[in-house]
């Protein structure tokens, strides 16, 4: 964990861009609260195929106008041509935007996953830096439990590799809530010389359907004794609540004594259970 003790530990929330007019209004509250925080930067995700391309490139907009903070666009590969991200990619420098999180995207199933003209996030990375230089500060995503298509973790970790060897600048992770998983995971991109800050993704838990369906999606594990009791508490929303508030805190606290590098909120646009574990935290004071 050493190379990540030297980074200066910055947090920052990631929002999904909204389809009606009631989830733009309620994203502006959101960003509006969390803004207050002065967090590093905000996020904004993008559906893969280009789904939300003009949706993520508007609410990114209007979310770095109304909080005057940072906003990064989220932009995957898979299932756009190299001209449309090439148009997106000058779109977003030509509008003051200085950071992107890379990534390749999931087609919804059925439509297969190496459509497009690039292949990996490690493809897009090198496109970005052959378009833009240094302009871009470059986040990719990391799998401490490792990503679920993945062969082997060696080569997820050689991918991860390939990334950052591309020009990526940081990695966010995927959520999870094993320390150790993390640890190891850092200690083995040590080993690999891979010196880049890798933020730990926070998912607050707050409903045991969503939690478990969107973990069965992404690989990411949720412990029995965490799953247990949500479970037998899946109509207790306040009992969740107050719950995960506690599990993720102690979560944060102890990567935190660990050296990690920061935190980015999956905020999926609610404002309260990100920003309470941001108070207990006191993360506007680090
Ligand atoms: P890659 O790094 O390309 O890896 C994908 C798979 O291919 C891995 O199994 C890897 O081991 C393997 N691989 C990579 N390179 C090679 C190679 N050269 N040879 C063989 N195998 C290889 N999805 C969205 O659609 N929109 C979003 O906005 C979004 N935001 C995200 C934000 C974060 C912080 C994270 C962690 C994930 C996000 N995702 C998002 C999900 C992500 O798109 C999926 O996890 C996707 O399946 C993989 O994307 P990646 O960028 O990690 O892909």
Known sequence: ???????????????????????IN?????????????P?????????????????????????????????PHLSCVGDTREQLRELIHQYKDNGINRIVT????????????????KYASDLVAFIREETGDHFHLEVAAYPEMHPQATSMDADLKAFKAKVDAGASSA???????VDAYKFFVDSCEKMGIDIPIVVGIMPITNHDKLMRFSNMCGAEVPRWIRTRIESHATDLDYITKFGEEVVTN???????????????YT?????????????????DI
């Open 1 to 23: 964990m050493e190379s990540q003790k030297k980074y200066t530990p910055r947090f920052s929330f990631e929002f999904f861009p909204p389809k009606t007019d009631v989830g």
């Open 26 to 38: 309620k994203l502006k509250q959101v960003s509006e609260t969390l803004g207050q925080q002065n």
């Open 40 to 72: 590093a930067f905000f996020s904004v995700t993008y559906g893969a195929g280009g789904s939300t391309r003009d949706r993520t490139f508007e609410t990114v907009a209007s979310v770095k106008e109304i909080t005057g903070i940072a906003t990064a």
């Open 103 to 118: 990534l390749r995207g999931d087609l919804p199933s059925g439509m297969g996953a190496s459509l497009g003209e690039l």
């Open 172 to 178: 966010i992770t995927q959520y999870f809530y094993n």
């Open 251 to 265: 979560l944060c606290e102890q990567l935190l004594e660990l050296g990690a590098p920061g935190f980015h909120f």
């Open 268 to 284: 999926l646009n609610q404002a309260e259970p990100s920003l309470s574990i941001w108070k207990n935290l006191n993360l506007s």
